[in-house]
């Protein structure tokens, strides 16, 4: 088992960056995917992030990054481009091989 302290820090980077372009209101959103929601998950994040799984977080980040991107609060090129360079550093960090790009026509 590695130490995976690095992928954490850069999530909770990413989360801090989130946290600001959730809206007051989401249209056509459900419970799940309401701003109370999305700021509620990544608030746990943050609170735990030394003990939820990673998996974990990194599903909840991705979930509220899917939402954000679906009505329209965040663009996923941008937020790819944000957060590339920070967690390429964490998988380096942790020894794992960074992921080949793709690139999407």
């Given amino acids: 088992m590695f130490d995976d302290t690095p992928i954490r820090e850069a999530h909770v980077d990413t989360i801090h960056e989130l946290i600001p372009l959730i809206p007051e209101t989401i249209p056509g959103s459900t419970l799940r995917t ?3 929601n999305l700021r509620w998950m990544l608030d746990r994040c943050l609170d735990e992030i030394l003990t939820l799984p990673i998996d974990k977080i990194g599903r909840w980040v991705g979930f509220v990054q899917g939402v954000l991107a ?18 390429h550093k964490a998988y380096t960090a942790t020894g794992q091989e960074i992921p080949e790009t793709i690139i999407l026509k």
């Fill in 70 to 87: 679906l009505s329209g609060n965040l663009d996923v090129d941008e937020e790819r481009n944000r957060s590339r360079e920070r967690f």
């Fill in 34 to 36: 309401s701003p109370e």
